[in-house]
């Protein structure tokens, strides 16, 4: 059971130990501003996995938006499958016949529950009512993001006032701390509200004494849809949110369904919020969690947070320069990039927020990140806040592993269990395979593996969980856990080849297994007769995530020492696979298997790039396919390609893996300039984390890479990174990495690993054999030669 809890207190230690970083700001690890949020745009996230809030930092009516992860409607009483093997024949025959639209439209019809409404939903918001009208002066409001604490400072005439929220993952609880030194103290009213549902009134909110507030609630959405149809939920999960007062100073009263507070100097609010996802008796623990932190000062409860926030953010640091610009507002730095500037310094923040997000919304034993992390203020979010399996939660992960936050990531695989389970009974039933699962284009809360899309080339496609598979893989790739590769990556691993092994066909005339019905995430093709058309006879994508799903499969099963009839077979299929990389006429790669034309020729995807990035099937030592890449990427930008923030993300991790230096440095400050909002947000538009975490695993991606088997140093450094330093990055195989360059060359590398191994190291065309003793940390030279102290 999880619980959610929000203290507001004044106390004049945390304001004492919030100014005094633990670094300078030299290390990029704060944003900060002159204003309040005009917005929720504009507001400043905190969060523990769990439990987030926004904050505006007003001073008039302070608004937090609040946000819990299992806030969802409905539940898993959505069914599982849709159509049958029957269907599945006729949509290949049709295919095979060359009439691809009526499959476009068959595929639609019987195996998707078409468009669909269920969402996660705002938990709700607490507004602090100061009803001043007083002129503020010294207003600033920033984010520090290895305190993982937010700030609000400001003084009304000769006073001081002073807000700082945080979000404790060890004692579940958000906390708002306000002081001031007036003498006459503060007055405010407290409420807690959420948004109605359609009209619905979805939560109660009672006032049981003096010093508490109670908003209870099921989630609802009476806007929902199925299968393009409204399909109003009237039920959901459960929740209930306390708010507890203690002051220092003045009185706490009851106003009618809200607290009023007069002449206080301090004060702690808890809120405390339980949910029926992660609990039965989720009333039961709310008091429990109160009873608890009443024996817990705040000193403690701010300590524990900080000892816990910065054990994770503290493992990598960075510093680019540009701290020149260290005196101007974040939003006043953003706005001389958006005019042409380039700020190495706030690149280097960008890189950390996106760390300070992932650590805030997935923390073991939470839900996943979804589009949004955990910040939401709607009951009906942009694309439901859900979780898009053909990139956009893959993305959410991309840093985990290189930016040393390797534990984050085991909430999607919490979550990919759950899947693979439900994704085994459609597979058996939609499709007639028996072994194996399969999971398609989206989900949600509840796990669920079917197809839902109301146009086939939007989500008509099955390789949800074959992408999701290389996470399974890439996880023990970088921590070599063998009991995570034994007892949870290898049967991931196993659940979706032995699905793909069935799922194939051999092509008579190639003697080829091929993949059929294929799409292209989100893409479209001309057909023969010049119409669009979505569904093919094979696509580049699907084939190499088949493809590395085989080999990552067989590679786990050999360190496993396994061989059994399984590995044996898809030796064998894999051997004959049809290829996923394939060149065109033009020197590009084909997205299909054959070279069609498309409708959209700056598409957001870039599918067919997927062996380049993240996978790792094309690389500087297949030339051909490495130049081909090169020119997929140029005619897509030459076409308004990268146009979305996650897709701008991508692109700079496709510009690293490349090593194109020039064309990384312009895509990561188009992103900055495009797609990123006054509070470092990225911008589908609307918000969209996946571009944030993107953005940092790209920054990784330039200065480290691994994925080759030998560690590369400074692969694609970007001409304006003149000088710099990047501490705690982890190459595969569990070795973390620091690196120190001037004037763009290398100065030296600090290598530290985590075992005894052999290890290949690189750094321009000088490449050297390693003998690394564990928790022995090394240090190279600029010729790679080692420095003795």
């Known amino acids: 059971m999880k619980k959610i809890f929000i203290i507001i207190y004044c106390f004049s230690t945390l304001i004492n130990l919030s100014c005094t970083p633990k670094e300078d700001s030299k290390t990029n690890t704060k944003i900060w501003y002159k204003q309040p949020a005009k917005n929720w745009n504009e507001a400043l996230p905190v969060g523990n996995g769990r439990l987030g809030a926004m904050i505006y930092g007003k001073t008039d009516i302070e608004h937090i938006q609040l946000n819990e992860d299992s806030l969802w409607p409905g539940g898993p009483n959505w069914g599982t499958s849709q159509g ?46 100061f009803d001043r009208q007083a002129e503020i002066e010294n207003y600033t409001r920033d984010l520090s993001f290895d305190n993982a604490l937010a700030t609000v400072s400001y003084s009304v005439g000769e006073s001081s006032f002073s807000e700082h929220v945080f979000s404790s993952a060890v004692d579940d609880v958000l906390v708002i701390q306000l002081e001031t030194d007036a003498k006459e103290g503060m007055n405010f009213d407290l409420s807690l509200s959420r948004p109605e549902d359609k009209g619905h009134p979805t939560v109660m909110v009672s006032v049981p004494n003096q010093h508490e507030l109670v908003m209870s609630g099921e989630v609802t959405q009476y806007g929902a849809i199925l299968q393009g149809k409204p399909t109003p939920l009237e039920s959901g999960v459960k929740f209930e949110t306390r ?48 009873a608890k932190l009443e024996n817990k000062s705040l000193d403690n409860i701010l300590k524990d947070h900080k000892d816990d926030f910065s054990e994770h953010y503290n493992r990598v640091s960075i510093d680019l320069g540009n701290h020149e610009l260290d005196s101007l507002a974040t939003d006043e730095r ?25 650590i805030s919304s997935s923390r073991p034993g939470t839900n996943p990140a979804n589009l949004q992390g955990i910040w939401n203020e709607f009951i009906e979010a942009p694309w439901n806040a859900d979780y898009h399996l053909n990139i956009n939660l893959q993305m959410n992960y991309w840093p985990a592993g290189p930016t040393n936050l390797a534990e984050m990531q085991l909430p999607l695989f919490d979550f990919g269990d759950r899947l693979i389970e439900k994704g085994k009974i459609l597979a058996k039933e939609q499709y007639g395979i028996n072994r194996g699962s399969v999971i398609h284009h989206t989900t949600d809360l509840w796990a669920a593996p079917w197809m839902r899309a109301n146009q086939p080339y939007w989500g008509a496609w099955i390789h949800g969980g074959g992408w999701l598979a290389q996470h399974y893989w890439e996880h023990y790739r970088f921590t070599q856990d063998m009991n995570f590769l034994r007892d949870r990556a290898y049967p991931a691993l196993k659940a979706f080849a032995a699905f793909y092994l069935d799922w194939l066909e051999l092509d008579e005339e190639t003697g080829r297994y091929v993949s059929y019905p294929e799409t292209s995430p989100e893409n479209s093709y001309f057909a023969e007769d010049g119409k669009p058309a979505a569904v093919s006879y094979g696509a580049a994508m699907g084939h190499q995530i088949i493809r590395e799903v085989f080999d990552n499969t067989l590679a786990a099963a050999k360190i496993l020492e396994i061989e059994d009839e399984l590995t044996d077979e898809i030796k064998v299929k ?38 380049l990035h993240p996978g790792d099937d094309i690389t500087i030592s297949t030339p051909e396919e490495f130049d081909a890449a090169k020119k997929t990427i140029s005619y897509r930008l030459e076409h308004g390609g990268a146009g979305t923030g996650w897709s701008r993300a991508w692109m700079i991790n496709f510009n690293a893996r490349l090593q194109d230096q020039e064309a990384a440095e312009e895509n990561l400050y188009k992103l900055l300039e495009v797609s990123t909002g006054n509070n470092l947000f990225n911008l589908h538009p609307p918000f969209q984390i996946d571009g944030n975490f993107g953005f940092t695993a790209g920054v990784a991606e330039l200065l480290v890479q691994s994925h080759e088997g030998f560690i590369r140093i400074l692969p694609t450094l970007p001409p304006s990174w003149k000088t710099g330093t990047i501490k705690g990055l982890v190459a595969r195989g569990n070795i973390e990495v620091d690196i120190k360059w001037e004037e763009g060359k290398l100065v030296k590398i600090g290598l530290l690993s985590k075992s005894d191994q052999n290890k290949e190291v690189l750094y321009n065309d000088r490449k050297v054999s390693l003998n690394l003793t564990k928790n022995k940390k090394v240090w190279l030279d600029t010729d790679l030669n080692l420095i003795t102290e």
């Open 574 to 611: 894999r051997e004959s696979l049809t290829s996923g990389i394939k060149i065109g006429p033009d020197g590009r790669l084909l997205e299909w298997n054959k070279s069609f034309e498309e409708p959209e020729k700056g598409h957001r995807h870039m599918s067919h790039l997927y062996a």
């Open 334 to 358: 953003l706005q001389l990039v958006k005019t042409g500037k380039k700020d190495a310094g706030l690149a280097a923040t960008l890189f950390q927020y996106g760390r300070y997000l992932l």
């Open 243 to 290: 708010l507890k007062v203690s002051t220092k100073g003045g009185n706490s009263t009851v106003k009618g369904n809200s607290l009023s507070l007069t002449g206080v100097n301090e004060a702690i609010i808890y809120i405390v919020c339980n949910t029926s996802f992660y609990s039965q008796d989720f009333k039961a623990n709310n008091e429990a969690t109160l």
């Open 84 to 129: 049958n093997p029957e269907d599945l024949k006729a949509i290949r025959k049709l295919i095979k016949e060359g009439k691809v639209h009526a499959a476009d439209r068959l595929i639609v019809e019987k195996f998707s529950k078409g468009r669909v409404v269920r969402s996660h939903q705002t938990m709700g918001d607490l507004f602090i009512d």
